[in-house]
């Protein structure tokens, strides 16, 4: 497995983003996690190539980071937090709850391949405690009556969550006032004053 | 290193006592200089710094108070004040290694490192003795072989980042690498990507615990048991220096040693496995004879040496001495070949001598140009022009070094080669010039050189280009001719050959070039003409690029036709006594090179054919011709320390020769530096060094003509009377410069200084240009790469590579299997035109013969070439060519 095509074309513009092609190295880790739920040695050769470094470094790389994944999982990944508040507030039930749900072990996938429970540290959603993230999107104070709806929808397609394979292609929409004021980089007028003078000719 | 000594320094004080330090020296190197030891894991002084093991923690005081610093971070700065043995920075120690051995498994009574391993060593000076972890330690699959030769325990690692640093900042080839984090943290390749490196043995070499230990070495001596003698490595011409260790006998390992000047410690696996073979059951242990090629049995039977030595000097005693004939002795010390350089030349009387197999450079060219060191090429803002092989396949240290000037001190580099080397991605231009048409590049490239010629040359109307040259005229007429041919040059265009040529003019600091062949399929002569351009470069000085181990000794000491030692052609050696009286006669006449033996040969002109050391039917460039060369000759004698395939056909007379670890003497390295090669263990049976069997052949033949030449010392001290560039060469010099060696004065830059003709000799008439030869293009898309080939058609680049089918190679057992299958490699662009499917099993067909291959695609080759290893297991690429002929057209074959 290697990258979709549109992939490709998402690659070669998050390369261009940047004044050596080796800074992409992280996004595109990303990009292809977001395509087949982890980095299939097929996806690291093609990156590895796109940023000129060997197979090595892009897995040394990823591998420094915890959410890069190495192995196979479900179309959506549940993390279920059980961290001090979510731990007070029935963290650990819920947890035990979808597992047997589910009927996997912690870490495991079901039968399927549609879920992947997993046990996460803080989420740093305290005041939503218990909560969960399923492919990295929130859900708070989930009781298990709705981890079960929440499983239910995501089987229907109703959760409004992406699978991994679309997931790059699907943006998170943030209401305008909350946006962080970062400059999306295509409207970027000036280079980011980090960037060494040299470089920024070399970006020219 | 390379760079001029700062006259700056900068004074700190290290425990107390005032020390000079360089600007920019890191604290750990500076103290080392002065005679402070701080203990170190990670850090090596030819990488970066990365203060990964944190051993070398002392105290330092830049005006802020003590505090605990890694010296091997931290430069030296002016005042800076240092404790190295405070209570702090013991404690640091302390405790660093009681956390190293944490997890470490202190199985070192069992560990190949125990003995000479720097945790054992500085556990016992720096650490604490007692451990108060009683937990269980990590445990690992181990030992887990990351390639061929060399295996990992993870239990063992401390993480010092030294292998994963050279793999990535030295060799460039970043195939480990730590991976996963903290506590996870571990070496590891890629999935199904082993560390197939060729350089892989250096890791082993630095690793300061036993994590890595390469194949030859595990489990074969402990260190104490070893002796050890610093000599020079024998497999290619950059001559390398090693550290030779044996046990009983037995060489067991060999380490590079840190000369500045050439290889800083480093070796390509070649280097440092190449051993192996030596200690191979299949060397000859005596000598060994058989009937002529005609008789009924053609069984060797073993004989003594006197029977064996009187059968040669029989023969070389009945035939008259234009009948007689050597090739090869690139094996041989210096010595050696200065003594059958005598007994051919000053004793039989013969100029048939070539240590060269048709694949080297004319001597007169290595001899006379000016030359340049391996320090010259790498010196800082320098420019290298290589016109010569894959420096990594072909001289792997010197890649290296290149690669190290290339990245870290900004040379800049310009490759004229028939493929993509190893260094292509490094290189400022690349030009590909089509097989057969390299001089007329180089020429273009070197008028080029000249703004005025160029603009001239640019110009629409020629006699407007040629007014405005005003008396360059003909160089622009020249250039404009040049252009034409290396424009017919598949890939090679008009604005990368000025561009190119840009850089050579602009070259600040110096240009080197590099000069070697680098297609075997095409002629010795068009680096003649390459080299003839080349000297018209302002200061441009020379590293020939040599086949084989000790070419420029054997080069150095007349074992080439028409050549004493001394750089001297026979007619410019005088009447009376040759050569201080030390030789009892000369040639009457200039003799035939490698090809012209090898056709006499083939004639029946050669009575006597010795091979020293030599295998032409793997090493000529014309399998044909060796292999009737071979049989014609009446008699062919071998010495060797192998019966290659030349023997087992032709040899007569086998007598077995002692190796590079087994006799002392000199060797003379590619830069025409003359280090030392040590005997640290006997040869097998009765194996004799090669000066001794010439010498005994000498005396057979004149009595009295080698008294007084028994140990290689008195060699070298003939060989320094006879020969004005060996003067050099004292027992005293040799000592003092123990470890980098003594440099023979080359041509100077000026082309002044000694040599041969102040260089100008070498310069022959130039070879008539050569017709892009092959059929007319295709007329239905001018704009084909392949212009002027049929249908699957290519033009044959043959190339060496570092492991192949070679005797010495096939008898190393961590190395035989690392030579890639046969593959005949074409540009992508090409796929549709061989007519047959890429993957498959063809038949590559000349005008001369065939081999069979894998058809594949590869990048680095131009449009219009097929690549081939030059001797790939079971297909010797030179079945494909004629000796002689400028462009070998292949075919591919589905077979």
Redesign the interface.
């Known amino acids: 497995m290697t990258l979709s095509d549109a992939n490709e074309a998402q690659a070669a513009e998050i390369i261009g983003w940047f004044p050596r092609p080796r800074s992409a190295l992280i996004p595109l880790l990303h990009l292809a996690q977001a395509q087949d739920g982890y980095l299939t040695d097929g996806a690291m050769r093609r990156i590895a190539e796109l940023v000129g470094a060997t197979p090595a470094e892009v897995k040394g790389t990823a591998g420094f980071y915890e959410m890069f994944r190495f192995e196979p999982v479900g179309t959506y990944l549940v993390n279920v937090c059980t961290n001090i508040s979510c731990l007070l507030w029935g963290g650990e039930e819920l947890l035990e709850h979808a597992c047997e749900s589910l009927d996997v072990e912690v870490g495991g996938t079901t039968d399927d391949g549609m879920f992947t429970v997993e046990e996460a540290e803080c989420i740093a959603a305290c005041t939503e405690a218990p909560c969960l993230q399923v492919n990295y999107r929130y859900r708070g104070r989930v009781t298990p009556a709705d981890f079960d709806r929440l499983i239910e929808d995501l089987r229907a397609g109703r959760a409004g969550i992406a699978g991994h394979g679309v997931l790059a292609q699907v943006r998170q929409s943030i209401p305008a006032e909350r946006l962080a004021g970062v400059v999306p980089p295509e409207q970027a007028r000036e280079a980011p004053v980090w960037l060494a003078r040299n470089d920024v000719e070399a970006v020219r | 290193m390379t760079a001029t000594e700062p006259e700056t320094t900068v004074e700190i004080t290290v425990d107390g006592a005032a020390v000079d330090a360089k600007p920019g020296e890191m604290l750990i190197a500076a103290c080392e200089r002065s005679g402070t030891y701080i203990p170190r894991f990670c850090y090596h002084s030819r990488m970066s710094p990365v203060g990964m093991c944190r051993m070398c923690l002392v105290e330092v005081d830049t005006g802020r108070g003590f505090a605990l610093q890694p010296s091997c971070m931290v430069p030296v700065s002016e005042g800076m004040k240092v404790s190295t043995e405070s209570e702090a920075a013991k404690k640091a120690q302390d405790g660093v290694l009681e956390f190293l051995l944490i997890n470490h498994p202190l199985d070192c009574p069992v560990c190949d490192k125990g003995g000479e391993c720097p945790l054992q060593d500085q556990t016992m000076a720096y650490g604490p003795g007692e451990t108060r972890f009683v937990e269980e330690k990590r445990h690992f699959p181990k030992p887990i072989a990351i390639s061929e030769t060399v295996f990992l325990d993870r239990e063992r690692c401390i993480l010092c980042d030294r292998c994963t640093r050279f793999a990535?900042e030295v060799a460039g080839?970043?195939?480990?690498?730590?991976?996963?984090?903290g506590n996870h943290t571990e070496v590891?390749?890629?999935?199904?990507?082993p560390f197939a490196s060729y350089f892989s043995g250096n890791t082993v070499q630095i690793c300061p615990v036993g994590a890595l230990t390469a194949a030859p070495y595990r489990f074969k001596a402990r260190p104490w048991d070893l002796t050890e003698s610093l000599s020079t490595a024998w497999v290619d011409s950059l001559g390398s220096r090693v550290a030779v260790q044996a046990s009983r006998n037995r060489v067991l390992r060999v380490l590079g040693a840190d000369a500045d000047a050439v290889n800083w410690g480093w070796l390509s696996d070649k280097e440092r496995f190449g051993f192996e073979a030596l200690n191979s059951e299949a060397r000859l242990p005596a000598p060994k004879i058989r009937a002529e090629a005609d008789s009924d049995s053609r069984e060797f039977r073993r004989a003594g040496w006197g029977e064996a030595l009187e059968a040669v000097a029989d023969a070389l005693r009945a035939a008259s001495p234009e009948r007689v004939a050597v090739l090869g002795g690139a094996r041989l010390t210096n010595e050696a070949q200065y003594m059958w350089a005598k007994l051919a030349k000053g004793v039989v009387g013969t100029d048939n001598v070539d240590s060269q197999l048709g694949d080297g450079l004319d001597p007169r060219l290595v001899l006379g140009l000016p030359r340049a060191t391996i320090d010259d090429a790498c010196r800082p803002g320098g420019t290298v022009l290589l016109v010569g092989p894959d420096p990594k396949e072909e001289l792997p240290t010197l890649y290296l070094r290149l690669r190290h000037a290339i990245v870290n001190d900004g040379v800049r580099l310009v490759e004229v080669t028939p493929h993509a080397t190893g260094l292509s991605h490094l290189a400022e231009h690349s030009l590909r010039p089509r097989p057969g048409t390299t001089a007329e590049l180089v020429r273009a490239l070197v008028l080029a050189t000249d703004p005025d010629v160029l603009r001239s040359a640019a110009m629409e109307e020629p006699v407007l280009g040629a007014l405005a040259a005003g008396s360059k005229s003909d160089r622009v007429s020249e250039l404009r001719a040049a252009l034409t041919t290396a424009e017919t040059s598949f890939g090679t265009d008009r604005a990368g050959i000025e561009s190119a040529a840009r850089a050579l003019s602009g070259a600040q600091g110096g240009l080197v070039a590099v000069l070697g062949r680098m297609s075997l399929a095409e002629p010795a002569d068009i680096l003649d003409d390459a080299a003839r351009d080349l000297s018209r470069l302002p200061s441009v000085r020379v590293l020939p690029a040599l086949r084989r181990g000790n070419a420029m000794g054997a080069l150095e000491a007349g074992l080439a036709p028409d050549l004493v030692p001394g750089r001297m052609r026979l007619e410019e050696v005088g009447d009376g006594a040759p050569l201080a009286g030390c030789w009892p006669r000369l040639p009457a006449s200039p003799g035939l090179d490698a090809s012209g033996i090898l056709r006499a040969a083939a004639r029946g002109d050669i009575d006597v054919l010795v091979l020293l050391g030599a295998d032409p039917l793997n090493d000529f460039v014309d399998r044909d011709l060796a292999y009737r060369g071979l049989r014609g000759a009446s008699v062919v004698v071998a010495v060797d320390l192998f019966e290659n395939d030349s023997v087992s056909l032709a040899a007569r007379i086998v007598l077995p020769a002692a190796g590079p670890t087994e006799c002392d003497g000199t060797f003379t390295n590619l830069e025409g530096r003359v280090s030392i090669m040590s005997r640290k263990v006997t040869p097998p049976g009765t194996a004799r060094a090669d000066w001794m069997i010439a010498a005994d052949l000498s005396e057979r033949l004149e009595p009295g003509s080698t008294d007084g030449l028994d140990p290689p010392q008195a060699i070298r001290a003939e060989l320094a009377r006879v020969s004005e560039v060996h003067a050099p060469l004292t027992e005293e010099a040799l000592t003092q410069n123990h470890l980098e060696g003594v440099l023979l004065a080359g041509v100077g830059a000026t082309g002044e200084a000694g040599g041969w003709h102040g260089g100008k000799e070498w310069r022959r008439s130039r070879r008539q240009a050569a017709p892009v030869t092959g059929p007319a293009g295709r007329e239905d898309d001018p704009e084909a790469p392949a212009e002027g080939l049929n249908e699957g058609e290519f033009l044959l680049v043959a190339t060496r590579t570092m492991y192949d089918d070679g005797m010495m190679l096939r008898h190393c057992p961590s190395s035989r299997d690392l030579a890639a299958a046969a593959a005949a490699r074409i540009n992508p662009a090409d796929a549709d035109r061989a007519g047959v499917e890429v993957g498959a099993a063809v038949r590559v067909v000349s005008d001369f013969g065939h081999i069979e291959a894998t058809l594949t695609t590869d990048a680095g080759v131009p449009a219009g070439s097929l690549r081939v290893d030059w001797l790939a297991p079971g297909a010797p690429a030179n079945r494909l060519i004629a000796a002689g002929t400028d462009v070998t057209v292949v075919r591919v074959e589905a077979w």
């Open positions: 990535d080839d970043a195939l480990i690498h730590f991976m996963g984090r590891n390749t890629f999935t199904g990507e």
